[in-house]
């Protein structure tokens, strides 16, 4: 029997509370990605309709006709434009039009560097181009004996391959920061001293961003992920 006096607890009581620790720890693990990818989602959506909507006639705006705000709607909307505008531009016409626009901004001089700026930002995001990354491997950076990971994009070409004192190819290696993968460094490497890897791309920017927390292969770490 315990007294007020006593400094420990009772074994049974310290159980239960490890218990509901645990679970609440679990809970937590369950809940929070779940509840910050609604909510990201969410915030999202809200901010397309927030900028969208105010561009669209009240005549064609939902809340005329239903009486409620469907979040949601501007997306909608902005999703409708952008293929039609795509779909336009892929045209004679839209082609025309859109060269003669890039001539007139060209002309302006602080307008054609932000222009020029979002247009190759935009075309490297959003492009689907032969501009990937082709594998994920290992390289010696920044000295030799210690090891990082990399995403091979290309060999060198040109001018780089040319003037470059090395005997056989160079491979272009991006090497990422953690956990910001979209930072980095483009390295220029022989071929000998590239380690490809058997993971994905997806599977090494992972574990990039996880800071070598969250590996292919959770069960055993060691071995390659396995192939579908």
Known sequence: M?????DTPHPAKRS?????RASFLTGIVVIAPVGLTIWLFWSLVGWVDSFVLPLVPHQFRPEQYIGINLRGVGVIFFFV???LVGWIAKGI??????????????????VRSVYSGIKQI???????????????????????????IGFVSTTAKGEIADKA???????SVFVPTTPNPTSGFLLYFPEEDVTILDMTVEDAAKLVISAGLVY???????????KD
């Open 16 to 20: 239960r509370f490890a218990g509901l």
């Open 216 to 226: 292919p292969n959770e069960k055993d770490p060691s071995r390659p992920p396995e």
């Open 93 to 110: 016409i839209g082609r025309s039009l859109i060269h003669y626009a890039e001539r007139l901004v060209n002309r302006m001089p602080v």
């Open 81 to 83: 434009f952008t293929v």
């Open 122 to 148: 935009s075309e490297t995001v959003f492009a689907q181009t032969e501009r990937s990354f082709e594998q994920a491997c290992l390289i010696q950076y920044p000295r030799r004996g210690i090891w990082a």
């Open 165 to 171: 004192e090395t005997s056989g190819r160079l491979m």
């Open 2 to 6: 315990n007294t007020p006096f006593d």
